[in-house]
């Protein structure tokens, strides 16, 4: 069994910051990708950035210079700093991690249950 849990989210005013953490627990044998994706109220879930196991990392244009991820593969934890934040960050933000797995043996991609970012005066 594997597990995926985000903590971090909360409320902010606009221009202000927050830091996301997803720790994978389990019969984990190996991490590739980590990625943080999100969905806002009534949008589709889109992802936001993703780490690969040498560390390069990709974002979609809206975030670039304003959040950053990267992880630690000690803890097999992914980390989403996020600064100057807006009110269009808003969102359910989700974890997602491909990993070969244990128990069930074999490739899995799972996600956490997501961490709710409100960013608003």
């Known amino acids: 069994q594997v597990q995926v849990v985000e903590s971090g989210g909360g409320l902010v005013q606009p221009g202000g910051s927050l830091r996301l953490s997803c720790t994978a627990s389990g019969s984990i044998r190996s991490i590739n990708a980590m990625a943080w994706y999100r969905q806002a109220p009534g949008k589709e879930r889109e992802l936001v950035a993703n780490?690969?196991?040498?560390?390069?990392?990709s974002y979609i244009d809206s975030v670039k210079g304003r959040f950053t991820i990267s992880r630690d593969n000690a803890k097999n934890t992914v980390y989403l700093q996020m600064n100057t934040l807006k009110p269009e960050d808003t969102a359910v933000y989700y974890c997602?991690?491909?990993?070969?797995?244990?128990?069930?043996?074999?490739?899995?991609?799972?996600w956490g249950q997501g961490t709710l970012v409100t960013v608003s005066s």
């Open positions: 997602n991690v491909d990993l070969i797995a244990t128990i069930p043996r074999g490739n899995l991609k799972v």
């Open positions: 780490i690969n196991t040498g560390g390069s990392t």
